[in-house]
Nanobody, 124 residues
Framework: QVQLVESGGGSVQAGGSLRLSCRAS????????MGWFRQAPGKEREFVAH????????GYADSVKGRSTISTDNAESTVYLEINNLKPEDTAVYYC?????????????????WGQGTQVTVSS
């Protein structure tokens, strides 16, 4: 069992930055793929970024590539997502997720554990 707790969301102006945090706890964390997803009202949940605790398998959605960084602090069991140059279309609830499959996936259906989500609102 893995527990995930996100924090760091909020309201920002377009062009600003946010760093989201996901504190993970549970057994065997090092073997999990960690992902960030988001869901805007009336839209499907979509992939944002993924990585592993061992530092490989980092990937980004085209919508955030070049202005987003996913990273881990293994000592703190925390995954971060920093997004710069935020746009109104980045407004969504952001979720942290963990996948215990060795294959790295960008499909939310492959992830086994989810946090409660943190709201990000970007105003123009």
């Amino acid at each position: 069992q893995v527990q995930l707790v996100e924090s760091g969301g909020g309201s920002v102006q377009a062009g600003g930055s946010l760093r989201l945090s996901c504190r993970a706890s549970g057994r065997g964390l090092s073997g999990y793929v960690m992902g960030w997803f988001r869901q805007a009202p009336g839209k499907e949940r979509e992939f944002v970024a993924h990585t592993t605790w061992r530092g490989y398998g980092t990937g980004y959605a085209d919508s955030v590539k070049g202005r987003s960084t996913i990273s881990t602090d293994n000592a703190e069991s925390t995954v971060y997502l920093e997004i710069n140059n935020l746009k109104p279309e980045d407004t969504a609830v952001y979720y942290c997720a963990a996948d215990n499959d060795k294959q790295i996936s960008s499909s939310w259906t492959d992830y086994d554990y989810w946090g409660q989500g943190t709201q990000v609102t970007v105003s123009s």
